[in-house]
């Protein structure tokens, strides 16, 4: 399947949104963020990615990031990614005590349902809107978005407060969950 958004440099610097299907805040529990950023953090060590701004909303994630050379595409790197979480929310969902437990694995069931690719459930949204960002303009306009994002809707008075995102990282002299290449 073609899209709209698709990754023409692999050398470039993207700045990528991968969405809950329908949009379901899954990422409101601990559990489902630690899996997102621990699999980030696999693909910083063992896969070449490189992370320069993240941020995990309730229902979303976005990201600014880039590979180093002579590492797989980043397309593989995403599709690796979005692979391996889906599995791994499944299984949390089926073992920790979630309230919502019935209701999210009828979600992803029926989502994943006519999709011959899907066995079981589908987590993500197809794609992850890939943007080069080929300008300083741009990549700062990015940066900007993704961090005030939380500000935005209400989670937090100040971007460097919200600790899913690296905000910490450019605002305040400590390091936030994950390691970030800094965007200077």
Not at 90 to 96: D, R, S
Not at 150 to 155: A, C, I, L
Not at 172 to 182: A, F, N, Q, T
Request: charge should be neutral; proline fraction near 4%; charged fraction near 25%.
């Amino acid at each position: 399947m073609a899209y709209k958004y698709s990754i023409k440099d692999p050398h470039d610097i993207y700045f990528i949104t991968s969405t809950i299907v329908e949009w379901v805040d899954l990422f409101i529990r601990k559990e489902y963020s630690d899996i997102i950023i621990n699999s980030l953090n696999f693909c910083q060590q063992q896969k070449g990615l490189l992370i320069h701004a993240w941020c995990i909303m309730p229902s979303h994630v976005h990201f600014i990031v880039s590979v180093q050379q002579d590492i797989p595409a980043l397309s593989d790197i995403v599709r690796d990614f979005k692979k391996f979480t889906s599995k791994k929310i499944i299984e949390e969902i089926l073992q920790i005590n979630e309230s919502r437990k019935g209701w999210l694995l009828d979600k992803f069931e029926f989502a994943g349902k006519y999709n011959s690719k899907i066995k079981d459930y589908k987590v993500w949204q197809d794609g992850y809107h890939p943007i080069a960002c080929v300008t300083p303009k741009f990549l700062q306009q990015k940066l900007e978005y993704l961090h005030q994002n939380p500000v935005k809707e209400g989670y937090v008075w100040e971007a460097q407060n919200y600790k899913l995102s690296s905000a910490t990282d450019y605002y305040e002299s400590r390091k936030g969950l994950l390691p970030v290449v800094l965007i200077e």
